[in-house]
């Protein structure tokens, strides 16, 4: 019978998952080979792996993770370049402060050679970055006060550059490698109507009007049934299309309370709900979910992916299939 990435290719869609090459078995490999057509380093890519002592770069396990891809006609998207998270013990004791006293100077340099340096290693094998990931507040309670209508969160980097770091970030990504797309990425942003979502557009506006090269927004879509309204995630994706961006689902998983048939059946008709909005939508070009088996999981209690723990298809892997 035929694949997901059959069908994808079809519709011109990518149709992706969150690979952790030390989480999965052959049996995953194959698989994740077989029926997705984008893979994305569920960790491999961060800078804690990259860049583990300062100006020294690793690049076996990602290398791995970009070969398995190649060797299997599957595209690479990146994830990701400048976080809070997973980022090395030599830049900040946990990714939030600026404990190491960087200036604004040094932080900028540190950022760039990282940026620039992963950039052109992956060049020609990796298509598009998550250049900032994360990088709203999760109160946007300050809206009312600030005339952007946005609170970034404080991190290592926003504390040591300012909250133009965003903006260097993407600068210095596109001068590194012209040719691939640049993802601002987050999460809580993805219907319209919440706080946060305002925050994200009114980030986005604020950078296209500074002329910052930006191709595209990332909407994580970590959910759990009942999270999803599908009006307001389409009029987000449509909002990003009028301004000229791309707007895709970068971590999509579908938590459900427990593993009882009426709540498979549920997440099952979320995941197809989605999947119909990116197929309806043509500045969503991928579709990504963040992991292939339930126990692998980030969210391994809440069972929240296509594939069981014993990598057996589930109601919502059907689901995705026939909407696309
Ligand atoms: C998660 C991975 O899935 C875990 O394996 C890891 O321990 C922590 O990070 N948002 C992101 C992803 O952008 O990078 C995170 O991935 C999940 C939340």
């Not at 997705?36 to 002592?53: G, I």
């Not at 990602?62 to 599957?74: F, I, R």
């Not at 013990?89 to 404990?99: H, I, M, R």
């Not at 950078?207 to 090269?213: D, E, V």
């Amino acid at each position: 019978s035929k694949t997901l990435r059959y069908y994808a290719e079809k519709n011109g869609k990518m149709i992706g998952m969150a690979f952790c090459t030390y989480k999965g078995l052959d049996s995953d490999r194959s698989e994740a080979a077989r029926q997705f057509n984008m893979m994305v380093a569920e960790n491999e890519m961060k800078m804690d792996v990259l860049q583990p002592s300062q100006g020294s770069f690793s690049w076996g396990a990602a290398d791995g993770l970009v070969s398995l891809a190649k060797n299997n006609n599957m595209t690479v998207r990146g994830h990701c370049l400048v976080w809070h998270t997973q980022q090395p013990a030599w830049l900040s004791s946990d990714g939030k402060k600026n404990d190491k006293g960087w200036t604004r100077q040094q932080a900028l340099d540190i950022m760039k050679n990282h940026i620039t340096t992963v950039l052109q290693h992956f060049k020609g094998k990796v298509t598009e970055w998550d250049v900032v990931n994360e990088c709203l507040d999760d109160d946007q309670s300050i809206i009312r006060t600030n005339p952007e209508g946005y609170k970034l969160r404080p991190t290592v980097w926003q504390q040591a550059i300012g909250d133009d770091y965003i903006d260097s970030a993407f600068v210095y990504a596109r001068r590194a490698d012209p040719d691939i797309q640049l993802y601002l990425n987050d999460y809580d942003v993805e219907m319209q109507g919440k706080a946060k979502a305002v925050a994200f557009s009114n980030l986005v506006k604020r950078l296209q009007s500074k002329r910052i090269p930006l191709d595209g927004v990332g909407l994580q879509c970590h959910f759990s049934i009942g999270d999803v309204d599908s009006v307001k995630l389409e009029k987000t994706i449509r909002l990003f299309g009028e301004a000229g961006l791309k707007c895709i689902i970068t971590e999509l998983d579908m938590g459900v309370p427990s593993t009882t048939t009426a709540n498979l059946e549920e997440q099952a008709r979320n995941y197809r709900m989605i999947t119909d909005i990116v197929l309806n939508n043509d500045n969503c070009p991928n579709l990504v979910v963040w992991g292939i088996k339930d126990n692998d999981s980030w969210r391994s209690n809440s069972n929240p992916l296509l594939y069981n723990s014993g990598l057996g298809k589930k109601k919502a892997w059907y689901a995705v299939r026939s909407a696309l």
